[in-house]
């Protein structure tokens, strides 16, 4: 059985839903520090009149690198959510599935939530109920709260192991920070998530590639976003 475990970031490039579907255990691991300008709280989606990508934050309450991400609240005022709509419609408007998709990716924002970990593990429980694809999650917060304070690689082994894993996927990134002879040695088999690159249409010149999953869903469908989830390698 493989598992990944993943910090939660907020409608995340096509890349981490590779990883959740090249995962049968999928771990949000939100019980470790929270990055100031990570991605976290912070994608791209496409900027229609520009052609290419721009920026967008959920706004969080007194973030600190010396909290860990499940103790980062959101702030999701009734301003922002309408600020955050009015650039899904502006720049996405015209895209074959906004009218569809849109109230998906706002539904989220209508609860309150404790932290943001809640609130984007609820945004993933939208996108694959849209989907009709079946998604399960853990939170390493609760899940093995007794492994924080190991080193970064024996406690993602520790966690692949309490999952009943015994193959660990991490995103391509993870190449330069972990050995797969180390894990080896540890029991666990460590393979690497290698996303593939799909164009289709944006409605722009130029394709812009590695934006939020928000534009994969607008100008894909059901079936395209589902390719798009299995297109990846494992190394």
Request: aromatic residues 16%; hydrophobic residues 40%; neutral net charge.
């Amino acid at each position: 059985m493989r598992a990944a475990i993943m910090q939660p970031y907020i409608f995340p490039y096509i890349g981490y839903f590779n990883l959740i579907h090249a995962s049968d255990f999928f771990v949000f691991y939100d019980d470790v520090n929270y990055v100031k300008k990570g991605w976290v709280n912070r994608n791209r989606m496409l900027n229609k009149g520009a052609g290419d990508g721009m920026l967008f934050t959920l706004p969080v309450e007194k973030a600190s690198r010396n909290k860990v991400i499940s103790e980062i609240k959101p702030l999701v005022s009734p301003k922002w959510k309408n600020s955050f709509y009015n650039k899904l419609y502006y720049n996405y408007k015209k895209a074959p599935f906004f009218g569809e998709v849109v109230d998906v990716l706002m539904d989220p924002f209508s609860k309150d939530y404790s932290d943001i970990s809640g609130l984007i593990a609820e945004s993933f429980v939208s996108i694959y109920s849209y989907l009709n694809v079946e998604f399960e999650f853990f939170r390493s917060s609760v899940l093995s709260p007794e492994t924080r304070g190991l080193d970064k690689a024996d406690r993602l082994i520790e966690i692949t192991k309490k999952a009943g894993a015994d193959v660990y996927v991490n995103a391509p990134g993870g190449e330069e920070i972990y050995s797969k002879e180390y894990f080896n040695g540890k029991g666990v088999k460590l393979l690497f998530v290698k996303p593939e690159i799909r164009e289709y249409d944006q409605g722009v010149e130029s394709f812009v590639p590695w934006l939020s999953i928000i534009d994969v869903l607008m100008f894909c469908s059901k079936v395209d976003v589902k390719y798009l989830m299995s297109s990846y390698t494992l190394e």
